[in-house]
């Protein structure tokens, strides 16, 4: 019962805020969409335990086995840090800095997939706040132009009823506007951590493969 008065009373409601009501409900199913959408990547799709990823990655690099350290990548090579690793690894045999070069040209590859999408919340966040704003203003030119024209026993009723037009509007608005920056909030550090991963580990990984050269060159001199 109660679940049922609610809906009705937000239908009632969507009903009377006026014409920017619609435009506020698109943003709203817009931002419900690219938050689904964004959640699932960066949560799911591009997230790995970082740590426990580089760890198996160093273990083969230290036992001399890239090949392994590469189906290491390749088995999780839909993540946004993987896919980075394996770009250095796949040049370990070149000098430091083409290695590099492959590291920042695998990050510039990934890190716009990861920040997909996240202006578009920001802005219905914005959108949605000012549609808000112009329905309040509407409703309130709606109220004060009816009053000015109508009897005076009826002025009141038709001031309470443009009042509410705009409240609701205002109302509806500032709700979407917040799920929108919350959400938004939320999937930009996500974002945060996901980079600081990449370049963190981006700069270990070097660590490793220069280590892994000087104890192979340590070695051939050893051997003759």
Not at 161 to 190: D, K, Y
Request: aromatic share 8%.
């Amino acid at each position: 019962m109660e679940s049922q008065g609610f809906i009705s009373g937000f239908i009632h409601a969507f009903q009377i805020g006026g014409f920017s009501m619609v435009p506020i409900a698109t943003c709203f199913a817009l931002a419900i969409a690219f938050v689904i959408e964004r959640f699932s990547r960066l949560f799911f799709e591009y997230n790995i335990d970082g740590s426990s990823f580089m760890f198996e990655v160093q273990k083969y690099i230290l036992a001399n086995d890239l090949d392994g350290a590469i189906r290491i990548c390749n088995g999780a090579q839909k993540a946004a840090l993987p896919r980075v690793i394996k770009a250095g690894l796949q040049r370990a045999s070149r000098d430091e800095q083409q290695i590099q070069n492959a590291i920042d040209a695998a990050s510039l590859e990934v890190i716009p997939k990861l920040e997909k999408r996240l202006t578009y919340i920001a802005l219905i966040a914005n959108i949605a706040t000012l549609l808000g704003l112009l329905g309040t203003i509407g409703g309130l030119i709606k109220a004060f132009a009816a009053v000015a024209m109508a009897d005076p026993a009826q002025r009141q009723a038709i001031l309470s009823n443009g009042i509410s037009e705009a409240m609701f509007a205002t109302a509806f608005g500032l709700l979407t506007a917040i799920f929108a920056m919350v959400a938004h909030a939320i999937l930009a550090t996500r974002v945060q951590k996901i980079i600081e991963e990449i370049d963190e580990f981006g700069v270990k990984l070097m660590d490793l493969l220069s280590a892994r050269k000087y104890r192979h060159s340590s070695e051939k001199v050893a051997t003759e």
